[in-house]
C-alpha cells in the first residue's frame, strides 16, 4: 500500500485533481498554469479543462488541460508566430505528426476499417459531431457522419434521443477524445457514449453501454481518488474480456487513481513530446510541470496485482502500462465550438494520451475473445516495439521507479510509448 501521499491529496483528487496545479495565475475565471518549456524556449500557459472541477460531489474529474497563451512545441518546429487569441489555425500536433510519432504512417492507412472505438464521457455535447467535422476536414480524413454509420452517439442506456444535460466543459473533453481517436485510426469508427453526470457508477455503465453495443475500444478520459470500492467496480464495469479498455492515468503528478487503477484496463501515463535529430525524429520525456501537475502514477491501494504485471516494489496493481503525449506544450490539436469561441484549441492532459492508444489498439486488430488487451504491452517490454522513455519524473517517492523514468518499466510511462502496432496485439 502507498504510504506517502496524504489523505488530503487523496481527496483532493476526488473534487478535482487537475485544478491543483494551477494556483499560479487566475485567467478567465480558470486556474492557469505556467510552463517554460525547453523545446519552445518560451512560456506556454494553460488552463484546467472546466470539467476538471466536478459539478456535484461524488463526480470524477476530467483529465485534460487547453493551452491559453505562448509558443507550442508544434509552433516552434515550423517556425510558427501565433497571434493573440487565434482560434483560426491548429496550433498543437495533428494526426500526421501523431502517426510519426508513434510509428503509425503505415498501419492507420491500412488498418482500422470496421473497428470501432468507444469514447466515453459525461454529459452531453451538442456540437459533437460537427465539430469532429471540422477536424477531419482540415487534415484531410473522411468523413465520419451518422448518416454514413461512422459516428453514433448514444447516453448511457443506449438512447440516440434522450441524451443527458448538456455540458461546455465536459463538451471540450468530448472534442479532444473523438479527434485524438480520428487522428489515429482514420478509418475507425466513433461510438460516443454520454453517462447522465460524472459519478462513478454513470460512467460504468456507459462503459458496459459501450461493450454491449460491440465496441472493442473503449476510452476513458477520467479518474478520481481511490477507495474501497474499487474492487467491486471492476467487477461491475471493468470485467470485459476482448476489449481494450484505456484509462487515463490522471493529470495531478504523482499517486493512484481509478479506475486507471484497476485490473482489467491498460493505464495511460503522460510525456512530453518533441521533434529531435534522431533516428525516430522525435523524443520524450516524462510529464511534469509541477509538483501538482503532470502524468499520474503508483502503486494502487486496493487493485490487486494483474498477472501479467512483474514488478516487484509494488504487490497491488501498479500505474502504468504505457504512454503517450500529454504534456500542454507539446500538446495536440483539437477544434470546438461548444460554449466557447468555435475554433482551434491545443490541448494536453492525460485525456489526450488514452485515446491515442485506444486507436492503436484498433489498429492492431480486434482482441481475441478471452484475453484482456492490458497484458499485450508486456509480452514485447524491452523491445523495439515501444519507445522506452528514461527520462524525467513527477515527483517525490519511496521507491524510485514509482515515479521516476528509467530504462525498462516505470510508473510514470510504463513500458513506454508505442512505436508501430506489435506491442498491441494479441
Known sequence: MRTDLPPTRLRWRRIGSA????????????????????????????AATPCATPKKTGELACNSLRVTGGTTAFQKSRGVTPKAADAATPSGYGPTDLRSAYGLTAAASSNGSGETIAIVDAYNDPNAEADLAKYRSYYGLSACTTANGCFKKVSQTGSTTSLPASDSGWAEEISLDVDMASAVCPNCNILLVEATSATMANLGKSV??????????????Y????????????????????VAITVSAGDADYGAEYPAASKYV?????????????SRGWTESVWKTSSTEGTGSGCSAYDAKPTWQTDTGCTKRMIADV????????????????GVTAGWYTFGGTSASSPIIAGVYALAGTPGSSTYPAQDPYKKAGTAALNDVTSGNNGSCTTSYFCTATSGYDGPTGWGTPEGVSAFTG
Request: proline share 2%; no cysteine; net charge negative.
Open 19 to 46: 485544478v491543483a496545479a494551477t494556483a499560479a495565475l487566475v485567467l478567465a475565471g480558470f486556474g492557469t498554469a505556467i510552463h517554460a518549456d525547453a523545446t519552445t524556449s518560451s512560456k506556454v500557459t494553460w
Open 323 to 338: 504512454s503517450a503525449v500529454a504534456d500542454p506544450a507539446t500538446g495536440v490539436s483539437v477544434y470546438d465550438s461548444y
Open 208 to 221: 458496459n453501454e459501450a461493450v454491449a453495443l460491440g465496441a472493442k475500444f473503449v476510452s476513458n478520459s
Open 266 to 278: 491498460t493505464s495511460v501515463g503522460g510525456t512530453a513530446l518533441s521533434t529531435s535529430s534522431s
Open 223 to 242: 479518474g478520481g481518488s481511490e477507495s474501497s470500492s474499487d474492487t467491486s467496480y471492476d467487477t461491475s464495469y471493468f470485467n470485459h474480456p476482448g
